[in-house]
């Protein structure tokens, strides 16, 4: 492994057989098992539309909370380098994933919604500027062919104020 890669492994056990395996489109439930090592397993399965089971988290929902995840923890990194104490944050993500009309699709966009509250309304602006470094920094969204945007909430004890990127 060289400087600055890193390696990832995971394992998705498919766990649909109803006992004719892929037989026939209807014939196998579409429930994944992911796990990691030393990790709780994830409980995966297709998206409702795509006959899967809605109480499981799908590809789409993992993508969804990837982005958001990943701009959080670099939003926190930014702020941190920029002297802003966050108190809280709570994201609210959104996304639109467009079928093909040929079986496949793509996601279009995703919007991340960040609630954000700082110790104190002088950091409201420093707090603005930490999401577009947290965009550049994140990972997951450098590594999607879609736009990622952001309209963010900021807000400390004297005031609020919004702003989209």
């Known amino acids: 492994m060289s ?7 995971l394992t998705s056990t498919w766990t649909g057989n109803q006992g004719t395996g892929t037989s026939g ?11 990691i090592e030393g990790k709780p397993e994830l409980l995966a399965s297709a998206d ?3 006959r ?4 499981r988290w799908n590809p789409e929902d993992l993508l969804l ?6 701009h959080l923890l670099s939003y926190l990194h930014a702020c941190v380098t920029a002297g ?4 809280s944050y ?12 040929k079986g496949g699709g793509a996601f279009a966009e995703v919007v991340l919604h960040p609630e954000v509250v700082v110790a104190d309304a002088g950091m409201i602006a420093a707090a603005e500027q930490a999401h577009a470094q ?8 450098n590594s999607v062919n879609f736009p990622v945007h952001h309209e963010a909430t900021v807000t400390a004890a004297q005031g609020q104020l919004q702003v989209g990127l």
């Open 48 to 50: 409702k539309p795509f």
């Open 65 to 70: 909370a990837s982005l958001s995840e990943c």
């Open 25 to 35: 489109y209807r014939e196998y439930a579409r429930d994944v098992t992911i796990g």
């Open 52 to 55: 899967g089971d809605p109480a």
């Open 84 to 87: 802003v104490v966050v108190v």
């Open 134 to 141: 947290a965009n550049a920094w994140c990972f997951i969204a």
């Open 3 to 9: 400087l600055g890669e890193h390696h990832y492994e």
């Open 90 to 101: 709570r994201d609210r993500a959104t996304g639109v994933m467009r079928e093909d009309g």
